[in-house]
């Protein structure tokens, strides 16, 4: 069982490619650091780059603040599309560094699969933007190790689209517990959902309006499938991480939030999986779980088989948190014993404060006006990148724990397993010419 799921993941990660023969490519905009604060008249030139689904939703809400000068899809159709959605004036690029070119590009929206982010994210701001970035930040535990030094050297605004922590439901569940109305905590359970199974999948040739090679960019060279590309990338290890990676980034990082442990990790872990074994299938878990051990003896559980959303349990009662709801004895004390603003012990913007909304748009709202508030300031925002490489890397790390399914030791502060094996799996191998650097 060990072989075939470690097979699985390796298989995902590895494979010989053949050599692009890409170009370097040298920035020749200005990457001067824009350290004054601007005006909240000014509306920012915006260059949106991956438009299939979520990139499309992320630019949407930074409508008010700024206008879409730059669209940059790898599928020439979806990229089209975009453009007449933003007033068909943007011109189009198949290559996204001809965005980050361009003078009146001031912010950078990222909405490309998880195995595109981390390069994006560096050259945008070594080529002086600010930047919003889909989560999960990186595709493996090491790209956060390369990349975290290129962002603060940088001096840019980075957030990242874990916005359920401008979700007030999420915030306020996440707020009672780092106020302490649990008392001491005991266990946090954390569910994802599950993962889809399908294939095998036929391949076939790429369409004439996809650039098949350079959407696979780090990942192995293999012939096209469609279901390996747009919204089921999520499916495969080579692009993505699962659900454990997709919803996991938003409810570990809230998890950790009210814990108190968004700035470390856990010391101990283990995993059990079940996954499939199809020839060019999605490849990702059927069904898994995985038990977290922190410092100070918090438990914390993420798995498929358990509710949605976060559940806190303290000495003094439990709290569930999901979009819309919050359950729970403390949560009843709330509306006698609010927590007043001023002992909020998490970060809270000011547009918390405006009225709410309805479903996940209000929070879309808040988390794209927290941006641009940043942005202007040059203030940290909400989903700072410092929390979300914690949130990211315990994504995947629960992922090796899943494929290796035994105790793990991990040293948050070093960012390792003490066990070779696991240690293997931080990184991936990258196709040459698309080597992280």
């Known amino acids: 069982m060990q072989r075939t799921t470690r097979r699985s993941f390796l298989q995902a990660a590895a494979g010989a490619a053949a050599a692009t023969g890409a170009a370097p490519y040298f920035f020749t905009a200005r990457a001067e650091e824009a350290g004054k604060p601007r005006s909240k008249n000014d509306r920012f030139g915006i260059g949106t780059i991956g438009m299939r689904y979520q990139g ?8 008010p603040y700024g206008d879409v000068v730059a669209v940059c899809d790898v599928d020439r159709q979806i990229g089209e599309k975009a453009v007449e959605r933003y007033g068909g004036k943007a011109p189009l690029y198949d290559d996204y560094r001809k965005v980050l070119d ?3 590009v001031d912010v950078v929206y990222i909405g490309t699969p998880d195995h595109w982010h981390t390069q994006m994210l560096m050259d945008a701001v070594r080529a002086g933007k600010d930047v919003y970035a889909e989560k999960p930040l990186t595709l493996t535990v090491d790209e956060g190790k390369v990349l975290l030094p290129v962002v603060r050297a940088s001096g840019r605004v980075v957030t990242v689209n874990t916005r359920l922590r401008s979700n007030r439901v999420h915030r306020l569940a996440a707020e009672t517990v780092a106020a302490g109305r649990l008392g001491k905590l005991r266990r946090v359970v954390v569910g994802v959902g599950k993962n889809p199974i399908g294939g095998p999948f036929p391949t076939e040739d790429p369409p004439s309006h996809l650039n098949w090679e350079r959407w696979l960019g780090q990942a192995p060279l293999v012939p096209y499938t469609k279901e390996r590309c747009h919204f089921t990338f999520r499916w495969w290890y080579e692009y993505a991480g699962g659900k454990q990676a997709d919803i996991g980034a938003h409810q570990l990082d809230l998890a950790q939030w009210g814990m108190g442990m968004q700035h470390t990790g856990p010391v101990e872990l283990e995993g059990t999986a079940t996954f499939p074994d ?5 490849n990702v878990a059927t069904s898994f779980e995985v038990r977290m051990k922190y410092a100070d003896g918090v438990e914390l559980i993420t798995g498929d088989g ?13 709290l569930h948190g999901r979009r819309g709801e919050i359950n729970g004895r403390p949560f009843d004390l709330l509306n006698d014993d609010p927590i007043p603003r001023e002992a909020f012990r998490l970060y809270a913007h000011d547009n918390l404060d405006r009225p709410l909304g309805t479903g996940k748009d209000s929070e879309q709202d808040y988390h794209a006006g927290n941006f641009f508030d940043c942005v202007r300031t040059r ?6 990148i410092l929390s979300q490489n914690r949130a990211a890397n315990l994504c995947h790390i629960a992922n090796i724990a899943q494929h290796l399914g035994r105790k793990l030791r991990w040293d948050p502060e070093k960012e390792v397993f003490l066990d070779d094996e696991a240690n293997a799996m931080l990184s991936r191998p990258q196709r040459k010419g698309y080597e992280i650097a």
Do not use: K, M, Q
């Open 56 to 63: 499309t939703v992320n630019t949407d809400h930074a409508l």
């Open 102 to 104: 361009r003078e009146d």
């Open 278 to 282: 199809v020839e060019n299938g999605y």
């Open 306 to 318: 358990v509710p949605g959303g976060v559940r806190y349990e303290g000495e003094l009662g439990w």
């Open 379 to 384: 203030r940290t925002p909400i989903s700072d």
